[in-house]
């Protein structure tokens, strides 16, 4: 069967915030002050926080059975009915929203994904709709609260 890939490529991302950070350390070096250590230390949590969704992104695919999670040290199948929670996050970059999935396990261990979909294809879509047919009683949340931030 051919799988269909619903996440975002954000990997390359870190380059820019690792070069980012690298800048910000120069131009503190040459230039130091108290007010500069301060400005540099806000920028360096931003890019922290900013760097944190993008090194734990993982690739998520699907067909008409499974979703597959491949990261560089797991490749997991998990059957389409076994996820109960499809959410949308308060966490997003470049007006796109990160989105949560809950599912169990073949241990019935319950786990979730982070994931930046890409909406444009229609897949994202056609993923929600196969989730529901598979699970009928999953919770799908296409709004978030400031309390479901949960990185």
Same mark, same amino acid.
């Given at each position: ?31 130091? +002050?108290?007010?500069?250590?301060? &400005?540099? %230390? *806000?920028? !360096?949590?931003?890019?922290? @926080? ?21 990261? +560089?040290?797991?490749?997991?199948? &998990?059957? %389409? *009915?076994? !996820?109960?929670?499809?959410? @949308? ?63």
């Amino acid at each position: 069967m051919n799988k269909t890939r619903i996440s975002r490529n954000i990997k390359n991302r870190k380059y820019l915030i690792i070069g980012i950070m690298v800048i910000s350390t120069l131009i503190l070096i040459f230039n130091f +002050s108290i007010g500069s250590l301060v &400005v540099f %230390l *806000g920028v !360096i949590v931003m890019l922290y @926080l900013s760097y944190f969704p993008v090194y734990k992104a993982k690739t998520v695919e699907f067909d008409y059975e499974y979703m597959y999670i491949t990261d +560089s040290l797991v490749n997991e199948m &998990v059957p %389409l *009915g076994n !996820i109960y929670k499809i959410q @949308l996050t308060m966490i997003g970059s470049n007006y796109n929203n990160f989105w949560k999935i809950g599912y169990s396990n073949q241990t019935n261990a319950t786990n979730f994904v982070r994931l930046l979909p890409v909406e444009l294809t229609g897949d994202w879509e056609r993923f929600k709709k196969l989730v529901r047919h598979k699970n009928p009683l999953v919770e799908i949340k296409n709004w978030a609260t400031s309390w479901e931030t949960d990185f």
